[in-house]
């Protein structure tokens, strides 16, 4: 198997990190991963900011968790109710990914860039953790605050994040694939 197969095969959502702060390089490399993703015409239309603010960090999670609480479904409301629950997992750092609400497929042009850099963090040997929670604070009371707080223009919107840093568990067991069905018509 080439490393690159090899990298995203082993690849887990980390869920426990430990507070020290990756090398400022490392992400940067991990940010770049982001930033090369393919998008919908070459457009390129997304917006990268990466949060290291342990102060910022915690108060997108009360944010997020407010909101959460309000949700009509049972699994948020239950996770917005947990004093001590972070929908980061602690994680030192959160790169939140934003786009251009103009342009065509700009979800996937995020996602994609998303998942460059969980394979990114992956490859350097750090932990990585898609956090779709962080739309929650975008969507919440406190959205605007929050977008003129890491400068996101009005135009975009943050469709996906991505929480980094050195993982306390550092292989989980792969769980058997169920679904994700894969047919060949020759």
């Given at each position: 198997?080439?490393?690159?197969?090899?990298?995203?095969?082993?690849?887990?959502?980390?869920?426990?990190?430990?507070?020290d702060?990756?090398?400022?390089?490392?992400?940067r490399?991990?940010?770049?991963?982001?930033?090369?993703?393919?998008?919908?015409?070459g457009?390129?239309?997304?917006?990268?900011?990466?949060?290291?603010?342990?102060?910022?960090?915690?108060?997108?999670?009360?944010?997020?968790?407010e909101?959460?609480a309000?949700?009509?479904?049972?699994?948020?409301?239950?996770i917005?109710?947990?004093?001590?629950?972070?929908?980061?997992?602690?994680?030192?750092?959160?790169?939140?990914?934003?786009?251009?609400?103009?342009?065509p497929?700009?979800?996937?042009?995020?996602?994609?860039?998303?998942q460059?850099?969980l394979?990114?963090?992956?490859?350097l040997?750090?932990?990585?953790?898609?956090?779709?929670?962080?739309?929650?604070?975008f969507?919440?009371?406190?959205a605007?605050?929050?977008?003129?707080?890491?400068?996101?223009?009005?135009?975009?919107?943050?469709?996906?994040?991505?929480?980094?840093?050195?993982k306390?568990?550092?292989?989980?067991?792969?769980?058997?694939?169920?679904g994700?069905?894969?047919?060949?018509?020759?």
């Open positions: 198997m080439n490393e690159t197969l090899r990298i995203i095969s082993r690849r887990r959502s980390a869920k426990k990190f430990l507070p702060m990756p090398d400022e390089a490392v992400v490399a991990i940010v770049e991963a982001g930033r090369s993703a393919p998008s919908a015409m457009r390129q239309a997304r917006l990268f900011v990466v949060v290291q603010n342990e102060h910022l960090l915690k108060e997108f999670n009360v944010a997020v968790k909101v959460a309000t949700r009509n479904e049972e699994f948020y409301r239950r917005g109710n947990i004093k001590e629950y972070n929908v980061f997992y602690g994680a030192p750092v959160l790169v939140i990914v934003a786009g251009d609400s103009n342009k497929m700009i979800e996937a042009d995020c996602a994609a860039a998303n460059n850099m394979i990114a963090a992956e490859s040997g750090l932990g990585a953790c898609w956090i779709n929670f962080t739309l929650f604070a969507h919440g009371p406190r605007e605050e929050f977008r003129r707080k890491i400068n996101i223009p009005s135009d975009y919107n943050v469709y996906c994040s991505v929480a980094v840093g050195s306390v568990v550092d292989r989980l067991e792969k769980k058997a694939i169920e994700n069905e894969v047919r060949f018509f020759e």
